[in-house]
């Protein structure tokens, strides 16, 4: 079961899983327009971080945090390229040019995580969840075409072949 976010703010999609098979399963590209939502609120949250920076080694290495999409996922990833990306972002233990080390038992979307990334997260919460409202609505629209679907999300762009 997906879920968005962490501690009390988290979201559970009940049910997502068994939806995206079902798109899937349905041939018409569905598969596809599912990951092109994905990349949309994926490549939304990104920009964000990459505007969320603290310092100007941050700034420097903000071009490394990218939006990343699957049918089963939106993602947030942090290249090695610059080669100081990751210890811009994750932070170090034993190099002092780099921020504390953020750990590795932090929530997506919580408190903690990578520099700039989980707070952009934290921050695109409630567009995150209207963006796939949106999308769900978009969907439902092909197989209802008279009621015209709502647009709430940033994010959401009516992408795909829905």
Do not use: H
Not at 151 to 159: I, N
């Amino acid at each position: 079961m997906p879920r968005v976010g962490g501690g009390g703010g988290m979201v559970r999609l009940v049910g997502f899983d068994e939806f995206r098979r079902g798109l899937n399963d349905a041939g018409d590209g569905w598969g596809r327009a599912l990951r092109a939502v994905n990349r949309s609120i994926a490549d939304g949250v990104a920009s964000r971080a990459r505007g969320m920076t603290e310092n100007a080694q941050q700034a420097k290495a903000s071009g490394a945090i990218v939006g990343a999409a699957e049918s089963r996922a939106a993602k947030i990833a942090v290249r090695n390229s610059p080669p100081f990306a990751q210890g811009a972002f994750f932070g170090a233990l034993q190099y002092p040019q780099f921020p504390a080390w953020v750990g590795n038992s932090w929530e997506v979307g919580g408190s903690g995580g990578p520099y700039a990334v989980n707070p952009a997260i934290r921050d695109s919460m409630q567009d995150i969840i209207d963006g796939y409202g949106d999308a769900f609505e978009a969907a439902a629209s092909r197989a209802f075409p008279t009621g015209a679907p709502s647009r709430r999300s940033a994010f959401f762009e009516g992408t795909g072949s829905f």
